[in-house]
């Protein structure tokens, strides 16, 4: 029997590991970008949990890797406050004590490798749904678009490469729980079937085009960044949105830009409801007669209810009369709404800074609008939007490809860099193009196979004008991501129940 303190020194060893192995994993997401640490990452906490000597174990360990996750990979939330940032992390690490508990429990298992790679889909799936519409905002697949993997994102997804992730992980550390000349063979067939889906990915080409269209663009930028008032003083962001459309245009006159066929602000390209506000409706009205032509912008409207809002996204046509109107469908819990506000503002008073409860919208972000040259369909997404495969997938129908934000409050910390890290695996999965814009940074264009053509890294003002092709979507993923998703989840759960029978029926017999 082990003395008593080699016990709590394995232990302690163990904890340290499982921390190390989350901040690995952290390390691997965008703003550092070290992707081949992934891999290491889960094969360090599938290792540590085999050395658990219990399911209780397993759990204490995936709850220290998720906080060790968290704190490479959420710490941006510090800027709005330390207090929003120590609860994320703890409250997201619980589907890592479920992650370290389900691992444990699938090495009953002689196929658990693959079972355990399935765990993580599992536990995405269901951090994409739950709590409060889910927070899928640090998925495996998010973190490879750097990588040899991303060549899967047209064929299987964020979804199949984040399992590709999780196995090759899970097959490092089968190696090396028992290293065996035939465990290396086998991983070796593995990584060349992970090359072959790759492979077969790469070769999957975007839509042909029907054209291409010049698309102006303006980042506001000045924002005074960070923390809940990011956005500075009401109607800033706007003033700064008229003057950069009046920059913009003015090098439109100059021939040193091409004409664009419209222009685009970002979300909270006004922050007060124009519906509601003269002034902010006055400084709208003053861009879009410099513009000449149309233009999509975010803005907060009041409503539908008492003391509720939304976030939406409008195409002005040029005489200043709203055409079309897309309504967030992803929203912020806790950041644009409070669940259960009432009790929660009594115990955390702070939240108040939230003001109106947001309300998400039900109608897919595509918007059918009326140019000189004719008829055209808009995929927009907002933000938030992102981070959600069928909000996504459902903007694929688009002729072009929009995604707004404000990211002035997260101004300086590593959450912007995420958000492009993801709309660039988004524009992988869909072989698309994509022009962001922002309040404040990051904008830019990203390409059909997600590489950055344009971008904009800091927080002033910036315009231009990007040329895009006019094509829609039609990969493999958009169809086949959303089976893997809850076929892989459906098969992971019914192994695990395999293995609480057999761990049942071995106690009967004993």
């Known amino acids: 029997m082990m003395p008593q303190h080699r016990k709590w020194v394995e232990r302690l060893l163990c904890s340290l590991g499982a921390l190390a192995s989350g901040a690995a994993l952290g390390l691997a997401f965008a703003p550092y970008g070290l992707w081949p640490v992934a891999f290491l990452g889960i094969a360090g906490l599938t290792v540590i949990v085999a050395k658990a000597r219990s399911l209780v174990g397993g759990a204490l360990y995936g709850y220290l890797f998720g906080l060790g996750f968290g704190a490479l990979g959420l710490n ?12 994320l992390i703890a409250a997201t690490s619980f589907f890592y004590l479920a992650a370290g508990l389900l691992i444990k429990l699938s090495m009953r298992l002689s196929a658990w490798p693959l079972i355990a790679a399935g765990v993580w889909v599992g536990v995405e799936f269901v951090m994409c749904r739950w709590p409060f519409g889910g927070f899928g905002w640090m998925r495996l697949g998010y973190a490879m678009v750097d990588s040899p993997l991303a060549g899967g994102y047209p064929l299987i997804g964020v979804v199949g490469v984040g399992f590709l992730v999780a196995l090759i992980g899970q097959v490092i550390a089968w190696i090396c729980l028992d290293f065996q000349p035939m465990r290396l063979i086998s991983a070796v067939a593995c990584g060349l079937i992970v090359f072959i889906l ?93 513009a000449g032509r149309p233009i999509l912008s975010g803005h907060i409207t009041l409503g539908p209810g008492d003391d509720e809002r939304q976030t939406v996204s409008i195409w002005w046509s040029a ?50 609008v009326q140019l000189d040259s004719g008829p055209l369909k808009i995929g927009v997404l907002m933000c938030y939007d992102v981070a959600f495969d069928q909000v996504v997938y459902d903007t694929a129908p688009g002729e072009l490809l929009v995604v707004q934000s404000s990211n002035a409050m997260y101004q300086g910390t ?55 092709p006019l094509r829609t979507s039609n990969t493999p993923a958009l169809w086949l991501a959303p089976f893997l998703d809850w076929a892989l989840t459906i098969l992971t759960a019914l192994s695990l129940i395999t293995c609480i029978v057999i761990a049942i029926d071995s106690r009967r017999k004993r």
Do not use: C
């Open 198 to 290: 790759a492979l077969g990915g790469i070769m999957i080409q975007p839509t042909p085009a029907s054209g291409t269209m010049p698309v102006g663009w303006v980042q506001g930028g000045l924002a005074p960044g960070g923390g809940v008032y990011g956005l500075g003083v009401e109607r800033t962001i706007t003033k700064h949105e008229v003057a950069g459309t009046e920059a913009l245009m003015q090098d439109v006159a100059s021939n040193a830009l091409e004409e664009p066929a419209f222009i685009v602000w970002p979300e909270n390209g006004t922050d007060k409801d124009p519906y509601e506000d003269p002034e902010t409706s006055a400084l709208l009205r003053q861009a879009i007669a410099v």
């Open 76 to 87: 941006w939330m510090s800027i709005i406050f330390i207090e929003a940032m120590f609860a």
């Open 319 to 368: 005489d200043g009369v709203e055409q079309a109107r897309y309504v967030k469908r992803e929203i912020v819990p806790f950041g644009e709404f409070v669940p259960g506000r009432e009790f929660m503002l009594k115990l955390v008073p702070k939240l108040a800074y939230v003001g109106r409860q947001s309300v998400p919208g039900d109608q897919i972000g595509l918007l059918d």
């Open 414 to 468: 590593g959450q912007i860099e995420q958000q492009f890290a993801i709309t660039r695996a988004r524009a992988a999965e869909l072989r698309r193009e994509i022009l962001v814009v922002t309040t404040s940074g990051v904008s830019g264009v990203i390409d059909a196979r997600g590489n950055v053509t344009e971008k904009i890294v800091d927080s002033g003002e910036h315009h231009g004008v990007a040329d895009l």
